[in-house]
């Protein structure tokens, strides 16, 4: 999971090479590489890793909702992750057969809240367009 402007993963499976991305554009700063590791996009050829792409107001959605249901703030690239689940790209890759119907579990990592508060999060919404 990445967010648009901050996806070198993506964009290096789509070229099929390592490709540098001009800048990085995404509110989530912190998934911040230009080129992703020559080994991670060897990783995509050698399993099956399915690569997405999220909108950053759909990562800065998925920290609000995460703060809701659990009690806990992280930063918008945890945000890009916790998205698999709240934008339904899970059920997308169900419905597209990429993943089996039924999961036993879905693990999503979550780590990162040190560089945001309850102020940066009301900016971050402001900035995408969310109120």
Do not use: W
């Amino acid at each position: 999971m990445e967010t648009r402007g901050a996806h070198c993963l993506n964009a290096a499976i789509e070229a099929g090479r390592l490709v540098t991305l001009p800048d990085i554009t995404s509110v989530a700063k912190s998934l911040g590489a230009k080129t992703v590791a020559a080994r991670a996009l060897e990783c995509t050829q050698d399993f099956e890793i399915f690569s997405e792409v999220v909108e950053d107001a759909e990562a800065v959605s998925a920290v609000q909702r995460f703060l809701d249901d659990e009690r806990m703030l992280v930063e918008p690239a945890c945000g890009a992750a916790l998205a698999a689940i709240y934008s339904g790209i899970l059920g997308k890759l169900q419905a597209e057969g990429r993943l089996p119907p039924s999961l036993a579990s879905v693990v999503v990592i979550v780590c990162g809240g040190n560089s945001i508060d309850s102020q940066e999060l009301q900016s971050l919404k402001a900035r995408v367009g969310q109120s």
